[in-house]
């Protein structure tokens, strides 16, 4: 037998052809120019790092809190708003010894008591609503800033809620609905307990007649949970409010809002998510149907949704449109979308046509004009007849 290989020698394997270089998207090339005469130097020091932010979410957590106090006490120290203060300091001041002892007892301490009361439970709903939003950015490696909370002295709220900025481009289509989501739920997981508790403490009285001040309008949520607790409002009668009632009126208030299918709001967020770029067409028409029902409340109407003008301001202001997400093919699976669809139906039953509104007294009747009802005498004078002659 003959071989081709007579030393038995193994035959080397064919090498692999060279595997091509991939391409590098565009994107990710960094062009850097020669320096003049070919001298390259190597700084060891690190990237300057972008100047923290925490101190301004920390004062703007301060100034929340203090607003949020403020505006509830004014209530009990007999002045509408915080820029009223130096008028009432002014009046202190002329006031005698025994006069301002009564104030003190009857009016600055039950202030004090009050705006504590308050301001610590509506940060607790707002501080919640917005560490909800930040724990799910920190899961899903989103970078997101810290919640800067936003103080409002001249509103009955004492504050405008708060925001996070997340870097856009980052969240994809799952994570982005997460994040969104998170928030609301979060608020309501605070804001019904103590709504549950202020109602069962707040007081039904008669309304005095000639009362005359600000009404808040209850959303469908709050009027049931309270004609199941405290059974149907009695003819003439209204629930003044607990301070902790009042701070779950305003987180069952904000989240409602904050769920509207707009722009860059939760609820905006959520429809995207679910429906992606027809959410645009939603959100259009949305804003302009309410705009136009707040126009012709104003121009034709008695005014009483003039109180939004405000918040359609402010969306006009950062738009209808949401941005894409990285990546907006991610499934979301069925359990999410459920939650979703329920989460944005709670505009329904968290939000009243009219928050705010000014109570009038009843104009008092006008008396009858009385008639005599005596009847009317006709005197009538005959002329004198003479006699005729014969």
Known sequence: MSSDNPEGRVPEPIPDPPVPPRPV??????????????????????????????????VL?????????????????????????????????????????????????PGVTAGLIYSISVMSILG????????????????????????FPISPFG???????????VADRKSMFDIAISGPLAGLVVALPLTYWGILNSDIKEIPPGFRGIIYGDPLLLKWMMTLLRGPMPEGHEMFMHPILFAGWVGIFITGLNLIPIGQLDGGHILYCLIGRHAHYVARGVFW????????????GDGSYYTWSL?????????????????????LGPVRIVLGWLTL??????????PIAVFEPAPKP?????????????????????????
């Open 25 to 58: 998207p565009p994107e990710q090339v960094i062009v850097i120019p020669r320096p003049p005469e070919d001298i390259w130097i190597h700084d060891d020091k690190p990237p300057p790092r972008r100047r923290s932010r925490s101190r301004l979410a920390l």
């Open 61 to 109: 957590f301060l100034l929340t809190c203090v607003s949020t106090f403020l505006v509830y006490a004014c209530k009990h120290w007999g002045v509408e708003s915080p820029l009223q203060l130096p008028i009432l300091i002014l009046a202190l001041f002329k006031m005698s010894s025994r006069e301002l002892h009564d104030w003190v007892e009857k009016g600055f301490v």
């Open 128 to 151: 919640a609503h917005e560490l909800g939003h930040y724990l799910q950015a920190r899961r899903y490696g989103v970078p997101a800033s810290l919640p800067f909370f936003i103080p």
């Open 159 to 169: 504050t405008m809620g708060a925001v996070i900025v997340q870097q856009s481009g």
């Open 289 to 300: 149907l309410a705009a136009g029902t707040v126009a012709f409340s104003v121009l034709f």
């Open 311 to 331: 918040m359609l301001f402010l969306i006009w202001m950062l738009g209808t449109r949401h941005p894409p997400t990285a990546n907006d093919r991610v499934r």
């Open 345 to 354: 139906m709670f505009v329904f039953i968290g939000l009243t046509p009219m």
């Open 366 to 390: 006008r008396p009858a004009i009385r008639r005599n009802s005596q009847p009317e005498i006709q005197v009538q004078i005959a002329a004198p007849t003479g006699e005729r002659p014969a």
